[in-house]
């Protein structure tokens, strides 16, 4: 069967331009937690796997650490490189990092991206291969249990004036079919692979993960006036948008 292509490169640009935002998820919620949780620190050798357009490896880059970008997509490692030239990038699937040797990073980010990558055992071992022994992989995901595609949204209820979330599916794993930017018309489509928090840490651990740290991290996000408004606020703090996970090989 045809591999799915989930590569982000056909809106390299639209993605870019999006990041350059100070209100967005990537700025408020997952910068901060990250660079809490990573601690980058001058001489940390740090892989960024599906690094897109370089963001958080040119963030990490500033506290001196040696950053080494890794995306599938083209177009987005080009405008990686555009907007910096001392960051080491390269175009790989993270199936096979063959520009690394064994056990050559202390750590490994990978911010938004497995759950677009279908065979998660091979990137797993893959990222085992090449993280050093007592290394630190660091994985953010939209949350398995609150965000699964085509089988979760929001609900109203009228009577109890209450935001609820509404979940049809977990503990099957499925693939879903995704506008990458909704609303924008750019007809640019990707492939979303659920899978359950069990199936996550049964593939971790075949890889030789053991887990570390687990966190869940809320929307920042406030509604403006009105009479839902209330409602949604609490329905953000209750229900995370998404669970970052780190491990140790």
Same mark, same amino acid.
């Not at 009228?158 to 879903?176: F, H, M, T």
């Given at each position: ?25 990537? +700025? ?24 897109? =357009?370089?963001?958080? +490896? ?14 599938? +997509? ?12 001392? *960051? ?14 064994? +056990? ?78 909704? /609303?924008?018309?750019? /007809? ?19 890889? /030789?993960?053991? *887990? ?33 996970? =780190?491990?140790?090989?």
């Amino acid at each position: 069967m045809r591999r799915k292509d989930t590569s982000w490169g056909g809106i390299a640009d639209w993605y870019q331009e999006h990041l350059e935002g100070d209100d967005t998820y990537h +700025a408020q919620v997952i910068a901060p937690n990250l660079m809490r949780i990573l601690g980058p620190k001058a001489g940390m050798r740090v892989l960024d796997l599906g690094c897109g =357009e370089g963001y958080f +490896a040119r963030l990490i880059h500033k506290s001196g650490a040696r950053v080494v970008g890794a995306d599938i +997509a083209r177009p987005l490692i080009e405008a990686a490189k555009r907007q910096s030239l001392d *960051i080491e990038y390269h175009v790989a699937s993270a199936e096979n990092l063959a520009f690394s040797k064994d +056990a050559h990073f202390d750590a490994i980010i990978c911010v938004l991206a497995l759950q677009n990558m279908e065979k998660l055992d091979v990137v797993l071992k893959e990222c085992a291969r090449v993280l050093k022994q007592q290394g630190r992989a660091i994985f953010v995901l939209n949350h398995p249990a609150f965000r699964i595609p085509k089988r979760s949204s929001w609900g109203w209820d009228e009577e109890g004036n209450v935001q609820y979330r509404r979940i049809d599916g977990y503990l099957s794993a499925s693939r879903a079919e995704i506008d990458m930017a909704p /609303g924008k018309g750019t /007809g640019e489509k990707t492939w979303s692979f659920h899978r359950s928090l069990q199936d996550h840490m049964k593939a971790f651990a075949n890889a /030789g993960f053991v *887990i570390s740290r687990l966190e869940e991290w809320i929307s920042h996000k406030k509604s403006e006036r009105g009479p839902r408004s209330a409602a949604e606020d609490i329905a953000r703090k209750e229900f995370p948008l998404f669970l970052c996970v =780190e491990f140790l090989k």
